[in-house]
């Protein structure tokens, strides 16, 4: 079974940052395409991140520029290095992983594994 286990989340001013991880195995990261997903109350989960097992990283427009998807496959993490935080970042944060490509987590799609989630909550 895939193991995915997220902790960083937290409260955090307009403007600040976080850094957000996920637990996972080597095999995991190795096998899979690994991303992040966020879902508001009240809206649609949408894909934020993803990072392909040949390194490729795609990212949704609303956080191009601001995120950061990376993974360490020694140690073996994946994270997700938010900055310049905006209160509509504010929700339930969940790393995915996948056999599908990138394109179907970032269109929307859903994920064969993801974790218990944690929560970014973004106010002045």
């Known amino acids: 079974q895939v193991r995915l286990v997220e902790s960083g989340g937290g409260s955090m001013q307009i403007g600040g940052s976080l850094r957000l991880s996920c637990a996972t195995s080597?095999?995991?990261?190795?096998?899979?395409?690994m991303g992040w997903f966020r879902q508001a109350p009240g809206k649609q989960h949408e894909g934020v991140a993803c990072?392909?097992?040949?390194?490729?990283?795609f990212y949704a427009d609303s956080v191009k520029g601001r995120f950061t998807i990376s993974k360490d496959d020694a140690n073996p993490t994946l994270y997700l290095q938010m900055n310049s935080l905006k209160p509509e970042d504010t929700a339930m944060y969940y790393c995915?992983?996948?056999?599908?490509?990138?394109?179907?987590?970032?269109?929307?799609?859903?994920?064969?594994?993801w974790g218990q989630g944690t929560q970014v909550t973004v106010s002045s």
């Open positions: 995915t992983a996948e056999l599908s490509p990138c394109g179907w987590m970032m269109g929307g799609g859903a994920s064969s594994y």
């Open positions: 080597r095999h995991t990261t190795t096998t899979y395409h």
């Open positions: 990072l392909a097992n040949d390194g490729t990283t």
